[in-house]
Nanobody
């Protein structure tokens, strides 16, 4: 059974860093486009970043460009989201997602979701 498992969330002060990990089991992440989404109460889930399966090209939401970096470690079947210069508005539950589209920017393009990990940035 294909599953995604996130880790690395937590509480950090404004300006700090965190690295989220998304580990796949039951399928190979290298052959899927992997995205990171986030959601806060009362708001829709929004894409943060994604990395394509075909050429590892990346996409970032404007709000995180220059601060977040998505990367793969195929040997570990893991995708990372390095988050630097964190702001209070980055506080959310972060979800890992997998799909077959070249770029995943909408939830309807997602085939598999992780369970989510909480990121809280204090001011």
């Amino acid at each position: 059974q294909a599953q995604l498992a996130e880790s690395g969330g937590g509480l950090v002060q404004s300006g700090g860093s965190l690295r989220l990990s998304c580990r796949g089991s039951g399928f190979t992440l290298e052959y899927n486009t992997i995205g990171w989404f986030r959601q806060t109460p009362g708001k829709e889930r929004e894409v943060v970043a994604c990395i394509s399966s075909s050429d590892s090209s990346t996409y970032y939401a404007d709000s995180v460009k220059g601060r977040f970096t998505i990367s793969r470690d195929n040997a570990k079947n893991t995708v990372y989201l390095q988050m630097n210069s964190l702001k209070p508005e980055d506080t959310a539950v972060y979800y890992c997602a997998a799909g077959t589209s070249r770029i995943i920017t909408r939830t309807r393009a997602v085939d598999y979701w992780g369970q989510g990990t909480q990121v809280t940035v204090s001011s």
